[in-house]
């Protein structure tokens, strides 16, 4: 039994609004790329490819394949899932979250998928930003090994 951090999707919005990260962009291949975004005991990564678009209005991303991860995140050197507010009422009813909105427990207590990716990595763009372009590729470093 691995312990895992979750929280709610509604404190996980309201973590990016409120939270002020360090922002590092990171070039992984020729195409991927990856945010990595920082603040105290929290580590969000948020994985993207840059590729022409196909259409001018086309305001989607790409997608990753499957064996790439769009999203991940840990709280404290641990692994957290995002689950829908209302589920995550419903597992962690008679537990204490910590002031951010964390709970620890299990893994497999945790009975709920998390929120789809691509709609954490969505959110992370457009929350926690700081008024910097996440797909900007021209900030990215060249990462160690790749």
Do not use: W
């Amino acid at each position: 039994m691995s312990k895992i951090f979750c929280i709610s999707y509604s404190d996980y919005g309201y973590l990016l609004t409120q939270t002020d990260f360090s922002i590092k962009t990171v070039q992984l291949t020729d195409i991927l790329f990856e945010n990595i975004l920082i603040s105290d005991e929290i580590e969000i990564r948020r994985r993207f490819v840059n590729v022409p678009r196909l259409f001018d209005d086309d305001h989607s991303e790409p997608l990753l394949t499957d064996d790439t991860e769009r999203f991940s995140m840990k709280y404290m050197g641990t692994k957290v899932k995002v689950i829908d507010s209302y589920k995550f009422a419903e597992i962690t009813k008679n537990m204490k979250a910590d002031p951010l909105g964390f709970v620890q427990m299990d893994e497999d207590e945790i009975p709920f998928d998390s929120v789809d990716q691509e709609n954490l990595a969505e959110d992370l763009v457009l929350l926690a930003s700081n008024g910097i372009e996440l797909n900007d590729i021209s900030l990215a470093q060249r990462a160690q090994g790749a």
